[in-house]
């Protein structure tokens, strides 16, 4: 039996681009590790280490942002040097976010104030504020209250 050859990362990421893997999402996920997999285990592959960081809370990755410290600091992952985009001052338990979500305008929509045009972190807080922050700078552009008698925990 003949070995059977895969095609080339290039031939594979135009074929991607011309839809012959848009079936369902499974496949396209497939294709795309399988590509990425083609492209990091090559022998002539080289890894030079970039930028480290820690974090003691889970980092969140949305968009080409990477969200450390409970989304209270942002990180551009776009440049091929990661630059912070912004940090919230440290507050107290019942501040802390407890979830958040990337939020941005439906294109199409009206909507009253400028600042919606642009996209948003919608966060759950520990006492059950939800906060509408930029994106890009970290400001609180909205803060609702949402009960005492119960309590949220994550944002679907």
């Given amino acids: 039996m003949g070995r059977t050859r895969k095609a080339n990362v290039c031939r594979r990421l135009s074929r991607r681009a011309l839809g012959f893997y848009a079936r369902d999402a499974g496949v396209v996920q497939r294709t795309n590790l399988g590509i990425l997999r083609a492209l990091v285990c090559q022998e002539s592959t080289k890894f030079k280490n970039v930028w480290t960081t820690h974090s003691k809370s889970p980092i969140a990755y949305e968009r080409g942002r990477i969200y450390f410290d409970n989304y209270r600091c942002c990180v551009s992952?776009?440049?091929?040097?990661?630059?912070?985009?912004?940090?919230?001052?440290?507050?107290?338990?019942?501040?802390?976010?407890?979830?958040?979500?990337?939020?941005?305008?439906?294109?199409?929509?009206?909507?009253?104030?400028?600042?919606?045009?642009?996209?948003?972190?919608?966060?759950?807080?520990?006492?059950?504020?939800l906060l509408r922050i930029s994106a890009t700078t970290g400001e609180v552009l909205e803060k609702i209250y949402l009960a005492s008698y119960c309590k949220f925990r994550w944002i679907f």
């Fill in 77 to 129: 992952s776009v440049a091929s040097e990661p630059r912070k985009l912004y940090e919230m001052p440290k507050c107290s338990k019942s501040e802390k976010i407890e979830d958040a979500l990337l939020w941005e305008c439906p294109v199409g929509d009206i909507l009253p104030d400028p600042s919606d045009y642009k996209s948003s972190l919608i966060a759950l807080t520990a006492h059950n504020w």
